[in-house]
């Protein structure tokens, strides 16, 4: 009789590892792709979420609130249109009004909107949140109605 052994036989093996190989070496840069996406996304997310804070804020108070960028790495609300005087201080904010920015991201602006009592903004403004680790930006825009989107 004949004795036959069960298991995988050494080449099986091989071709199993292929595979993986293969599939591993394709899918880790397609993860870290969508990591590094994701964090930039993030990062506009709070500019959005800020700017849209200063919008009901205006609609809350029928009042005037100015959005600007005084460093790279914070943002202000002024309750005027001239985005002078004293800061909004509030739970967001440091003792000085300043809203800061999540660490490794900048941001800069066309312009510091203003919106008014019915959540309009002028002027239509774009901000450019830039990953400070990888350098890619992604732009937060600000229309005349008021909306605040990401592209």
Do not use: H
Request: charged fraction near 10%; glycine fraction near 10%.
């Amino acid at each position: 009789m004949k004795s036959r052994r069960s298991g995988f036989s050494l080449i099986e093996l091989l071709v199993v590892l292929a595979v993986l190989g293969v599939v591993i070496g394709v899918g880790v840069p397609l993860v870290l792709t969508y990591y590094s996406n994701a964090q930039n996304t993030v990062g506009a997310q709070q500019i959005r979420t800020i700017l849209n804070q200063g919008r009901q804020m205006a609609l809350d108070r029928a009042a005037f609130v100015c959005v600007q960028v005084p460093t790279p790495t914070q943002m202000t609300l002024y309750l005027n249109s001239t985005c002078a005087g004293t800061p909004w201080v509030g739970s967001i904010t440091d003792g000085a009004g300043n809203i800061a920015l999540q660490a490794g991201f900048t941001v800069s602006a066309s312009a510091s909107p203003v919106f008014d009592y019915l959540g309009r903004a002028l002027p239509p403004t774009t901000y450019t949140v830039t990953n400070t680790t990888t350098g890619s930006p992604l732009t937060v825009s600000v229309a005349t109605s008021g909306r605040v989107t990401i592209p």
